[in-house]
Nanobody, 131 residues
């Protein structure tokens, strides 16, 4: 079982920034991808951003493009684990949600924004943006 661990949620004012971190042991996978999804109360889980680890190709939903950045954590010295960061800037009240990190060994590109493409999930971290 692959354990996915998230950190970094919290409370921030509108226009502020937060950074989320997610770690998972994916180094033995051939073409792994890591992604962030979010779920607000009463809404379905939605795609936020994804990164294909080896190619460093990134994908974003239209609602966060230009405000959020997903990246590999170059400071991570643990060779057994992959760590991705989600830098969230210019936060809006509609960004309030539980944010989930997901990972998979090699999702196909056409499915990379689909939650069903990911086998491994974290517990979620709350992000609250107050106006």
């Amino acid at each position: 079982q692959v354990q996915v661990e998230e950190s970094g949620g919290g409370l921030v004012q509108t226009g502020g920034s937060l950074r989320l971190s997610c770690t998972a042991p994916l180094r033995t996978f051939s073409r792994p991808a890591m992604a962030w999804f979010r779920q607000a109360p009463g809404k379905e889980r939605e795609f936020v951003a994804a990164i294909r680890w080896n190619e460093r190709t990134t994908y974003y939903s239209d609602s966060v493009k230009g405000r959020f950045t997903i990246s590999r954590d170059v400071a991570n010295r643990d060779s057994a684990k992959n760590t991705v960061l989600l830098q969230m800037n210019m936060l809006k009240s509609e960004d309030t949600a539980v944010y989930y990190c997901a990972a998979d060994r090699s999702p196909i590109t056409s499915n990379i924004q689909n939650a069903r493409a990911y086998s491994y999930w974290g517990q979620g971290t709350q992000v609250t943006v107050s106006s």
